[in-house]
């Protein structure tokens, strides 16, 4: 089976971040992030966000999403988010066991949660009968792989602000978005009001470890004890530090990014010349979303496998990753057509 294009959380690690990984594992150091790398790696973060951002990092993108809704929220809370937010449908409901808080799913405009989605929700403040609006959660990139405009992230942040609420962002494909943008993470985020950001490095190039920042100190006195609780503490945290240094040297990151976002528009530039393929979604980072005849989806499948993402509308989701060919694509493409004359 050749690669595929089922998730880019099945690609590898880069080997530049192999190398940092390989740079950490020397010696002895004090473990649960007491070590050099994991300071190193926290100042860079403070570096690109601000010194009074803290930092917390994790094991996976739903330890990150936790952590960050736990930290802000009681189990009287509700948290407000779009039907196909990654905390709502692919979490195994990890955020309401952690959080003990409601989940209220609003149907996406593209992908996205929008302000007149939000604002029905929007009740019920200081009655005791009514789980209490605390946050507003939103995905960056979303996962119909939009990308939320820095002046649509200010407007939520502002209405939640409005009514003493927070907004979240999970960033796991967080570079995508970036260089889709062609701004800095500052700029789309604590600029733009958000709170609580899971910034993601596993689906861009790196082995695990995803950070949580918090924009606001006054939120984390009790983090690291909420993280520790949740199993989201390792104690060789300096291979996570490790690898975000590397992550971070020479905008490695960037060059990920930019080359899994090309790879998806090559895609879908390839497609869109194919009569019986229906493009549903603007590519805008790493996914391409496409009405396919059910016929050939699972003879494609066998040979670059990805997953359906609508089946009663034969709806599919193809992801490209740094590691993504152009050969692949082609091949992928040229069997597309392929199956469509002999099906």
């Given at each position: 089976?050749?690669k ?12 530049l ?13 004090v ?28 094991f ?14 009681n189990?009287?809370?509700?948290v407000?988010?779009a039907?196909t ?14 959080t ?17 989605k939000?604002?029905?929700?929007l ?15 939103i995905?960056q990139v979303?996962e119909?792989?939009?990308?939320y ?32 943008l ?11 009001g958000?709170d ?7 689906k ?22 909420i ?58 980072a ?19 496998f ?34 469509l004359?002999?099906?």
């Amino acid at each position: 089976m050749k690669k595929g294009f089922a998730s880019d959380n099945n690609s590898g690690v880069h080997p530049l971040i192999f190398k940092s990984m390989e740079a950490a594992n020397s010696g002895h150091v004090v473990g649960y992030g007491n070590d050099p790398f994991t300071e190193k790696a926290i100042k860079i973060f403070k570096g690109i966000f601000g010194e009074e951002t803290e930092v917390f990092f994790v094991f996976n993108g739903t330890g990150a999403n936790v952590l960050g809704l736990s930290t802000v929220t009681n189990s009287f809370h509700s948290v407000i988010c779009a039907e196909t937010a990654h905390i709502q449908e692919d979490e195994c409901g990890a955020p309401e066991k952690f959080t003990g808080c409601k989940l209220l799913a609003v149907e996406p405009v593209n992908g996205k949660v929008t302000p007149a989605k939000v604002l029905p929700h929007l009740k019920g403040f200081d009655f005791e009968h009514h789980s209490q609006p605390r946050v507003i959660s939103i995905s960056q990139v979303t996962e119909m792989g939009t990308v939320y405009q820095p002046d649509e992230i200010k407007k939520l942040s502002d209405l939640a602000h409005k009514h003493n609420m927070l907004l979240h962002m999970d960033g796991a494909r967080i570079a995508n978005a970036a260089v889709s943008l062609n701004l800095d993470f500052k700029s789309f985020t604590k600029d733009c009001g958000v709170d609580i950001l899971s910034f993601g490095g596993t689906k861009n190039g790196m082995m695990m470890g995803e950070a949580v920042l918090f924009f606001n100190p006054e939120l984390t006195s009790l983090t690291k004890y909420i993280r520790k609780q949740s199993m989201q503490l390792y104690s060789k945290m300096r291979f996570v530090g490790a690898q975000f240094i590397g992550y971070f040297k020479d905008d490695l990151w960037k060059k990920t990014a930019n080359h899994a976002n090309a790879m998806a528009k090559l895609l879908e530039s390839e497609v869109a010349k194919i009569p019986e393929i229906k493009i549903t979604q603007p590519v805008k980072a790493n996914g391409v979303f496409a009405i396919v005849p059910k016929k050939i989806i699972e003879p494609l499948q066998n040979q670059f496998f990805f997953y359906v993402w609508d089946e009663i509308n034969s709806e599919v989701r193809w992801m490209t990753s740094f590691d993504t060919t152009e050969e692949e694509i082609y091949d992928f493409v040229k069997l597309i057509k392929e199956l469509l004359v002999s099906k």
